[in-house]
Each structure stands twice: as structure tokens, then as C-alpha cells.
């Protein structure tokens, strides 16, 4: 099956600084890239799509400014969490749409662990 | 918009036993796809099992089925033989074709007894 990889896998920071979560698809290109946010004990919750060569749509509630998001190639997508605080901290996962697995399917990565202290 | 409903916060069943996991989904929609994803203790998100709404045959992957009820609007998974290694969060998911959005429900925590 299709894989994807996030890095780093867990990042603990400082509040006030920046961190940077990279999401790659390995064995297939990948137009569109989401990125989820999951607390825990609890579900997924989208944050936003992103697109290869054009902006993210964020989720209503999602600071846009806050939450950066870059797909600058058919197999990168990353999420930068700028000025981050203690409740940013949270399981920040990525997906990937493999096409040629059908329009439907999403592939996870690992996910990435951010504790701010 | 559509709701995914998972009712079953928890789970447990003795190893090699047979259990079943619901779901429901409200949605006016008519084409549509429903997945079961596994998340195990290392939180990577695995896909299980994966239903198009036109089929009418139910999905079956290995020790994995499903119950696909359209007019109910239920998709539940059942797993059969189940093995230690089934143990974790179960979420239920819904797309619409053509759509993008992928709607989760709750999860079920599902633990496998020795």
C-alpha cells in the first residue's frame, strides 16, 4: 500500500517558537495532502487541505496565520506551527490521497507528537 | 453535513472470539464511500476495510467484514478470530464521491483479551 511519512515524529519546544512538521508520500504523488489534529482519547479533526501549488483551505476555526501550510511538491506537504503555546501541544497527523488507489482512499502517516512547554 | 456515529466508546472481547463494531451515518446523499480505519497504540492510522455505497456486496478483507446497510445507514465491521494484535481505536469514516473531506466518527476502543 501507498505510505507516507511524517518528521519528526515527536518535537518538544519552547512556547513562543516555531516548529516545522514535514509529511511525505514515499512511493506515489500525492495532489492533495490533509492535515488533522487529534487530542486525546478523541477523533480526528481536520485542520486543513492542502493542495500542491496553491494555498490551504483551513477548516473554520483553524487560524490560518498560525497554522502554515506549504505543498510546494507532489510529494511534500508541511505544516509549520508558528509561535507556538502549551496548547498547541497536541498528535498532528497527515494524509496523503494516492489516486491511483481510487480518488477515496487517504493513507496516514505515523503522525508527529508536539509538546510545548 | 454529515454525522458519523460510533456508540460503543469500548470494547473488549477474549482472544479468538468473534465482535462487532457499529456505525451509523446520516447523510442525503446517495454515492458515497465508508471506511473502517485501525489505530493501534503507535497511532498510525491503518485502513481496514473500505465500502463504495453503490455496491451492494458487502467488503470482506481476511478476518474482516462488513454489514452494510444502506437504507439503515449502517456500516458495521465485524472480526472474526480476532488476535491480539486487533487491539485498538476503531474509527468509522464517510466521504461523499467527488468530495475531499473525510468525516470521522468517535472511535470504539477495542481490547483484546489473552
Known amino acids: 500500500g501507498a505510505v507516507v511519512s511524517q518528521h519528526p515524529s515527536w518535537v518538544i519546544c519552547k512556547s513562543g517558537t516555531s516548529v516545522k512538521i514535514e509529511c511525505r508520500s514515499l512511493d506515489f504523488q500525492a495532489t492533495t495532502m490533509f492535515w488533522y489534529r487529534q487530542f486525546p482519547k478523541q477523533s480526528l479533526m481536520l485542520m486543513a487541505t492542502s493542495n500542491e501549488g496553491s494555498k490551504a483551505t483551513y477548516e473554520q476555526g483553524v487560524e490560518k496565520d498560525k497554522f502554515l501550510i506549504n505543498h510546494a511538491s507532489l510529494t511534500l506537504s508541511t505544516l509549520t506551527v508558528t509561535s507556538a503555546h502549551p496548547e498547541d501541544s497536541s498528535f498532528y497527523i497527515c494524509s496523503a490521497r494516492d489516486w491511483a488507489q481510487g480518488p477515496d482512499t487517504q493513507y496516514f502517516g505515523p503522525g508527529t507528537r508536539l509538546t510545548v512547554l | 453535513a454529515q454525522t458519523v456515529t460510533q456508540s460503543q466508546p469500548e470494547m473488549s472481547v477474549q482472544e479468538a472470539e468473534t465482535v462487532t463494531l457499529s456505525c451509523t451515518y446520516d447523510t442525503s446523499e446517495n454515492n458515497y464511500y465508508l471506511f473502517w480505519y485501525k489505530q493501534p497504540p503507535s497511532r498510525q492510522m491503518i485502513l481496514v476495510i473500505r465500502?463504495?455505497?453503490?455496491?451492494?456486496q458487502n467488503a470482506t478483507e481476511n478476518r474482516f467484514s462488513v454489514n452494510f446497510q444502506k437504507a439503515a445507514k449502517s456500516f458495521s465491521l465485524k472480526i472474526s478470530d480476532s488476535q491480539l494484535g486487533d487491539t485498538a481505536m476503531y474509527f468509522c469514516a464517510f466521504i461523499l464521491f467527488g468530495n475531499e473531506k473525510l468525516t470521522f466518527g468517535t472511535g470504539t476502543r477495542l481490547t483484546i483479551i489473552p
Open positions: 465500502q463504495e455505497a453503490y455496491k451492494q
